[in-house]
């Protein structure tokens, strides 16, 4: 399959073409997204974590979407509500997740998440209601297409936005590029995150994370060890969502921006995608990273998918 316009499908809005600029709208202007209250739910991990789900119920016979936030995001994050909010009103029921540590999850667990935690995706997926559609987001984007590479009961489709498909070369881009600022922020947002009260943390870790200079070194000093993995490599090597492409087997939409100044391109030019029967590829010129703004109120990304899920669900 191949979405029919897979390259500059995609028009900057006036003014807005820069990477950066695409990437960091949201903060400059963001988007007013009104959504009906969601019935909050607390989906039990059988570790003594839960992680709150907000769910509302589509058109009878439409699917579920389960939307799932990247790096430093919540389930409140601009470029999820908005895409909840486009479902909605295509009559999709929509699901969002706070994942462990994040958001409102962040008073129920003392654990944190990592960019291929799938179980936690597995016990959300098992109190929704069939078929299952999940959109992920930058590292959550990672997660959905590993999700979707496994295998999932009730699954019958995928997006991924802005995806790492190779987590190691994600981290050294992210430590080169733009004199580390997207980094800086990140590692940032991190800290605060895993040492925030309630948190589950030993003296140790605690002071090989407040070292931490790097997304590497961040997940050296904690993820990794954390999860059972040598360092931050093993880490990468283990949950990079490229490896998981050829071993899906529903439809998956994959989106990703040429100019992405968080995501390498090298990546996804190293896929045979016409290898990859249940994989489309949209790559554009422009957009940046889960940005997209073009001349439309919602970012280009939102009807993209809208109509995508109604094609192949």
Same mark, same amino acid.
């Given at each position: 399959m191949?979405?029919?316009?897979?390259?500059?499908?995609?028009?900057?809005?006036?003014?807005?073409?820069?990477?950066?600029?695409q990437?960091t709208?949201?903060?400059?202007?963001?988007?007013?997204v009104?959504?009906?209250?969601?019935?909050?739910?607390?989906?039990?991990?059988?570790?003594?974590?839960?992680?709150?789900?907000f769910?509302?119920?589509?058109?009878?016979?439409?699917?579920?979407?389960?939307?799932?936030?990247?790096l430093g995001?919540?389930?409140? #994050?601009?470029?999820?509500?908005v895409?909840a909010?486009?479902l909605?009103? !295509?009559?999709?029921?929509?699901?969002?997740?706070?994942?462990?540590?994040?958001?409102? #999850? !962040?008073?129920?667990? #003392?654990g944190?998440?990592?960019?291929?935690?799938?179980?936690?995706?597995?016990?959300?997926?098992r109190?929704?209601?069939?078929?299952?559609?999940?959109?992920?987001?930058?590292?959550?984007?990672?997660?959905?297409?590993?999700l979707?590479?496994?295998?999932a009961?009730?699954?019958?489709?995928?997006?991924?936005?802005?995806?790492?498909?190779?987590?190691?070369?994600?981290?050294?881009?992210?430590?080169?590029?733009a004199?580390?600022?997207?980094?800086?922020?990140?590692?940032?947002?991190?800290?605060r995150?895993?040492?925030r009260?309630?948190?589950?943390?030993?003296?140790?870790e605690?002071?090989?994370?407040? !070292?931490?200079?790097t997304?590497?070194e961040?997940?050296?000093?904690i993820?990794?060890p954390r999860?059972?993995w040598?360092?931050?490599?093993?880490y990468?090597?283990?949950?990079? #969502?490229?490896?998981?492409?050829?071993?899906?087997?529903?439809?998956?939409?994959?989106?990703?921006?040429?100019?992405?100044?968080?995501?390498p391109?090298s990546?996804?030019?190293?896929v045979?995608?016409? !290898?990859?029967p249940n994989?489309?590829?949209?790559l554009?010129?422009?957009?940046?990273?889960?940005?997209?703004?073009?001349?439309?109120?919602v970012?280009?990304?939102?009807?993209?998918?809208?109509?995508?899920?109604?094609?192949?669900?």
């Open positions: 191949r979405h029919p316009g897979h390259v500059d499908d995609f028009i900057p809005r006036r003014g807005w073409r820069n990477k950066h600029l990437t709208r949201n903060r400059v202007l963001p988007p007013k009104q959504l009906p209250d969601p019935q909050m739910t607390l989906v039990d991990l059988g570790d003594g974590d839960r992680l709150a789900l769910y509302n119920q589509g058109a009878p016979g439409t699917p579920t979407v389960l939307l799932v936030h990247g995001g919540t389930a409140e #994050s601009d470029y999820v509500r895409t909010a486009g909605l009103e !295509a009559g999709f029921g929509v699901a969002r997740v706070d994942l462990r540590g994040a958001g409102v #999850s !962040a008073q129920y667990c #003392s944190m998440y990592h960019g291929g935690k799938t179980q936690d995706l597995r016990a959300v997926l109190t929704l209601p069939a078929p299952i559609a999940v959109v992920g987001y930058s590292l959550g984007a990672n997660a959905t297409i590993k979707l590479g496994e295998g009961a009730g699954v019958v489709a995928g997006v991924s936005v802005s995806a790492p498909l190779d987590l190691t070369v994600g981290a050294e881009h992210l430590h080169r590029r004199w580390g600022f997207y980094e800086k922020f990140l590692v940032h947002g991190l800290k995150d895993v040492l009260p309630g948190a589950r943390y030993t003296p140790e605690r002071q090989a994370v407040m !070292a931490a200079r997304i590497a961040f997940d050296t000093a993820t990794a999860h059972g040598r360092d931050a490599w093993e990468y090597e283990v949950n990079s #969502s490229g490896r998981f492409l050829p071993q899906v087997e529903v439809p998956l939409l994959v989106i990703h921006a040429k100019d992405d100044p968080m995501i391109l990546p996804y030019d190293q045979d995608w016409t !290898a990859l994989v489309e590829l949209i554009t010129e422009h957009g940046g990273h889960v940005g997209f703004h073009g001349r439309g109120s970012p280009w990304y939102v009807p993209v998918i809208v109509d995508f899920l109604r094609r192949v669900t």
